[in-house]
């Protein structure tokens, strides 16, 4: 049975592409040369997809009727909605970027990162708060778009799309946010003043 084989090569550490036995890439399951051929197949499959949709007059990324590229509810899923709010300067995300780099198999890596591993929790409260505050600006300006005197003369189908779509980026937000309250746990409680502190 193909799944039992799939996974007896998956436990083993080697190639789970048929008859393959080489060593699978870092964070993958195929071999570097059977990994690139997949991803090769991925690329073509949504591009194909997404010009079958253009040319049905659909968005590129999913099945609504839209007269451009991408539908309003999949500007504000990929952020790239109009900014209509001041970014804050609280926003963290630029110097994490600036940080970032791609490593050869596809993994991400952060400078300053000595060894490949579990990231201090301080990095990671950081990345995470910093991804929270980006949702929820995009979450903002999302809405702000799908509001908008423009938007009003969308279908309400659409409209309601895109809300629905600035919304979901506050649930987003909220696992980021979670995922820090878990990892600080610890220190849960009431916050206590020492007696300097009192009046």
Same mark, same amino acid.
């Given at each position: 049975?193909?799944?039992? @084989?799939?996974?007896?090569?998956?436990?083993?550490?080697?190639?789970?592409?048929?008859? +393959?036995? #080489?060593?699978?890439?870092?964070?993958? *399951?195929?071999?570097?040369?059977?990994?690139?051929?997949?991803? #090769?197949?991925?690329?073509?499959?949504?591009?194909?997809?997404?010009? $079958?949709?253009?040319?049905?007059?659909?968005?590129?990324?999913?099945?609504? #009727?839209?007269?451009?590229?991408? +539908?309003?509810?999949?500007? &504000?899923?990929?952020?790239?909605?109009?900014?209509?709010? @001041?970014?804050?300067? @609280?926003?963290?995300?630029?110097?994490?970027?600036?940080?970032?780099?791609?490593?050869?198999?596809? $993994?991400?890596?952060?400078?300053?990162?000595?060894?490949?591993? *579990?990231?201090?929790?301080? *990095?990671?409260?950081?990345?995470?708060?910093?991804?929270? &505050?980006?949702?929820?600006?995009?979450?903002?300006?999302?809405?702000?778009?799908?509001?908008?005197?423009?938007?009003?003369?969308?279908?309400?189908? *659409?409209?309601?799309?895109?809300? $629905?779509?600035?919304?979901?980026?506050?649930?987003?937000?909220?696992?980021?946010?979670?995922? @820090?309250?878990?990892?600080?746990?610890?220190?849960?409680?009431?916050?206590?003043?020492?007696?300097?502190?009192?009046?």
């Amino acid at each position: 049975m193909a799944t039992a @084989v799939y996974l007896e090569k998956k436990l083993a550490g080697i190639c789970t592409y048929h008859r +393959c036995a #080489k060593p699978p890439s870092d964070g993958a *399951q195929l071999c570097p040369r059977h990994l690139a051929k997949q991803r #090769k197949r991925d690329a073509t499959y949504k591009a194909k997809l997404r010009a $079958r949709r253009r040319h049905a007059g659909q968005c590129a990324f999913c099945p609504a #009727k839209s007269k451009t590229y991408r +539908c309003m509810a999949c500007l &504000i899923k990929a952020g790239l909605g109009p900014t209509k709010s @001041v970014q804050s300067s @609280v926003d963290k995300s630029a110097r994490i970027a600036a940080r970032t780099v791609m490593h050869g198999d596809g $993994r991400t890596r952060y400078h300053g990162q000595a060894r490949r591993g *579990q990231q201090s929790r301080a *990095q990671l409260d950081e990345q995470d708060l910093a991804d929270a &505050i980006a949702r929820l600006q995009r979450a903002k300006d999302g809405l702000a778009a799908a509001r908008s005197p423009e938007a009003q003369l969308l279908p309400r189908i *659409q409209r309601e799309d895109a809300e $629905r779509a600035a919304l979901a980026q506050l649930e987003l937000a909220g696992r980021f946010l979670d995922d @820090v309250g878990e990892r600080n746990s610890r220190l849960n409680g009431p916050v206590r003043i020492p007696a300097s502190g009192r009046r």
